[in-house]
């Protein structure tokens, strides 16, 4: 059971480039999300899916998109980097509920230059 | 605006006393409000959950408590250990049904031996 894995662990952007964040939990939970955390902020909430095929923003949508094609996979896109971008992303799972505690992946370090 | 707060500044107590941390929140009604502690270089790792009719919550050296009418939720860690140095989140429900969680700023704890 490998629970929340990321990939790729690091990775440096040039401004415009695009790319695949990858995440896949083995643990048929119905919620996943993604996060960005910058310094010394806490998690902001990117986007979320409550099941495969549903998806909806959170706090800071602008500049990804997602997909939830299968249960266990929910990569994020980012489309023309920016320096703002640059933070460190979590992917996250839960079963279905409000009771529910939150799996984190390791996170992959992002920088945009 | 809905607002969590968390202590910014890190909080350096003495090996064996007891580590009070607070989170405090405006214009959220969460049923369920978590903790989470995250290491340098990780991602945050579920501690404990409290529901909004549950006053009080212990998991071995852990306690938290939830105060609806003050808007306010406390960790106590106690006989703190060096190893209970990290960062520690605390995320509330965002009570608008969809079980989406909103993180704090997170405190940072350093325990002297």
């Known amino acids: 059971n490998a629970g929340v894995t990321q990939t790729p662990k690091f990775r440096i952007l040039k401004i415009g480039q695009s790319m695949t964040l990858q995440c896949a939990q083995d643990m048929n939970h119905n919620y996943m999300y993604w996060y960005r955390q910058d310094p010394g902020m806490g998690l902001k909430l990117i986007y979320y899916?409550?099941?495969?095929?549903?998806?909806d923003k959170g706090e800071v949508p602008n500049g990804y998109n997602v997909s939830r094609s299968t249960t266990e996979d929910f990569p994020l896109r980012l489309e023309l980097a920016a320096p703002s971008q640059t933070s460190v992303y979590f992917c996250?799972?839960?079963?279905?509920?409000?009771?529910?505690?939150?799996?984190f992946g390791p996170g992959t370090r992002l920088t945009v230059t | 605006s809905q607002k969590i707060e968390q202590n910014s500044e890190a909080l350096n107590i003495q090996e064996g006393k007891t580590a009070t941390l607070t989170c405090n929140y405006t214009n959220y009604s969460p049923a369920y409000l978590q903790w989470y502690r995250q290491d340098p270089g990780r991602g945050p790792v579920f501690l404990l959950l409290?529901?909004?009719?549950?006053k009080e919550k212990r998991k071995e050296r852990l306690k938290v408590t939830f105060d609806t009418t003050l808007k306010q939720s406390l960790f106590h860690i106690t006989a703190s250990q060096p190893a209970d140095s990290a960062t520690y989140l605390c995320a509330l429900d965002d009570s608008s049904g969809t079980y989406k969680y909103i993180f704090g700023t997170g405190t940072r704890l350093k325990v002297l031996a």
């Open positions: 899916s409550v099941g495969a095929g549903i998806t």
């Open positions: 409290i529901r909004e009719n549950e």
């Open positions: 996250a799972s839960r079963l279905a509920g409000g009771r529910s505690e939150q799996y």
